[in-house]
């Protein structure tokens, strides 16, 4: 059974910085493409990153380029995100999310951790 | 960057009724479009993908057409656990995927 469970969200401060992990199992983690997705509070869903399986190819929406790094750990089945120069506009639920290919929908998601920017 | 637009907002249907949403997308996203359903605290669950085929344990009762730019997710017969939010998302201009904005099912 696929898991994908994610970690280390919560409340900083705008400009301060956060690292998502998300741990995967039930799949063969490296041979997956990885995004990371995000939803603020009443609002819709947002691609934020991706990742190629085996982490040579990244990829970010412009809201985050330049803030935000995706990378994964294959030996751990782990997926970051590291966040920096956090801005209010960031805080929503951030998910990871599982794809066959780039060409594919993302067919497993995680619960999500919340990530709340404010001062 | 590909817009996609769904219709309407909320659509209000009795259980055992039919709904019909509705998405298109600024440009042709060929067949690449998915369809996900979310509930509050809940991760999104994919239920269609390529316009048309239903993902594992989607029962029959949801249906998916469309291609190019106008697409329809159709849920004949509602029942309780039908009633969230709807997104389109088209991969077709991978990475650059994009969601609509949603349709809340609700119950009228």
């Known amino acids: 059974e696929v898991q994908l469970l994610e970690s280390g969200g919560g409340l900083v401060q705008p400009g301060g910085s956060l690292r998502l992990s998300c741990a995967a199992s039930?799949?063969?983690?490296?041979?997956?493409?990885m995004s990371w997705v995000r939803q603020a509070p009443g609002k819709g869903l947002e691609w934020v990153s991706a990742i190629s399986g085996g982490g040579g190819s990244t990829f970010y929406a412009d809201s985050v380029k330049g803030r935000f790094t995706i990378s994964r750990d294959n030996s751990k089945n782990t997926l970051l995100l590291q966040m920096n120069s956090l801005r209010v506009e960031d805080t929503a639920v951030y998910y990871c999310?599982?794809?066959?290919?780039?060409?594919?929908?993302?067919?497993?998601w995680g619960q999500g951790t919340l990530v709340t920017v404010s001062s | 960057e590909i817009v996609m637009t769904q219709s309407p907002a909320t659509l209000s249907v009795s259980p055992g009724e039919r709904a019909t949403l509705s998405c298109r997308a600024s440009q042709s996203v060929s067949s690449n479009l998915a369809w996900y359903q979310k509930k509050p605290g809940q991760a999104p669950r994919l239920l269609i993908y390529g316009a048309s085929t239903r993902a594992t344990g989607i029962p029959a009762r949801l249906s998916g057409s469309g291609s190019g730019t106008e697409f329809t997710l159709t849920i004949s017969s509602l029942q309780s656990e039908d009633f969230a939010v709807y997104y389109c998302q088209q991969y077709n201009d991978w990475p650059n995927y994009t969601f609509g904005q949603g349709t809340k099912l609700e119950i009228k």
């Open positions: 039930g799949f063969t983690f490296s041979s997956y493409v």
């Open positions: 999310a599982k794809a066959g290919s780039w060409l594919t929908p993302f067919d497993y």
